[in-house]
């Protein structure tokens, strides 16, 4: 099986699968992502998710902000399996999407853990991490501010972050209150769409 033209591993294929079902299952009773979408799952969801572990492969510690449905924080916790190494701390406030999230890590023995809280106190419970990823959550100058404290004055943390067509605007809105460096990383899955990578994060208002 190949994703973006990722080569998956047969045991990989077997826990993405596994959640895939898992996923369906759980949408006809909770609201994971916007129904339209769920007909192209594995396209939309899955494919575009999985591209994170492809930027960033190493067994880092993952914060996953807003993890909602599993995209991109089980995806990649499933990819860490595979590696015996790294972690994601999949931080979701909805008891309902959380308990989801629970059942597809423990199903697929993927490497991550739940945090049933809000964003602004996961810092508190989790700690320092090496990479933070969000998707379809706030605009890039929230996602800074959200990730600011694992980020700030960290030269070794750095954010992952799925954005669409617009984001050259949320880019220049962000440089209005904050300064970093900036890869583009151009999406394998939707035309005009980024990933984009932050690191060395400074506060400038």
Not at 39 to 66: C, E, K, M, N, Y
Not at 123 to 137: D, H, K, P, Q, V
Request: net charge neutral; glycine share 8%.
């Amino acid at each position: 099986m190949e994703l973006n033209g990722l080569r998956v591993s047969r045991e990989t294929q077997e826990r993405l699968q596994h959640f895939a079902a898992l996923f369906q299952k759980w949408a006809k009773a909770i609201n994971l992502v916007a129904p339209s979408t769920l007909d192209d799952l594995w396209h939309r969801h899955i494919a575009d998710s999985s591209q994170l572990f492809q930027i960033h492969p190493q067994p880092t510690t993952w914060v996953d902000l807003g993890s909602g449905g599993g995209f991109p924080g089980v995806i990649t916790a499933i990819f860490l399996a595979e590696l015996k190494g790294g972690w994601v701390h999949l931080v979701e406030s909805n008891h309902k999407k959380a308990a989801f999230l629970r059942t597809a890590l423990r199903e697929t023995h993927a490497r991550g853990s739940v945090h049933s809280i809000r964003i602004e106190d996961a810092y508190t419970e989790i700690g320092e991490c090496g990479a933070i990823s969000a998707r379809a959550l706030a605009d890039l100058d929230g996602l800074i501010g959200y990730s600011s404290p694992w980020m700030l004055g960290r030269e070794n943390c750095r954010g992952f972050f799925h954005k669409g067509r617009d984001y050259r605007r949320e880019i220049d809105k962000a440089r209005g209150r904050w300064e970093f460096d900036l890869l583009e990383h151009k999406s394998a899955v939707e035309q005009e769409s980024v990933i984009l990578e932050v690191s060395n994060l400074r506060r400038l208002v």
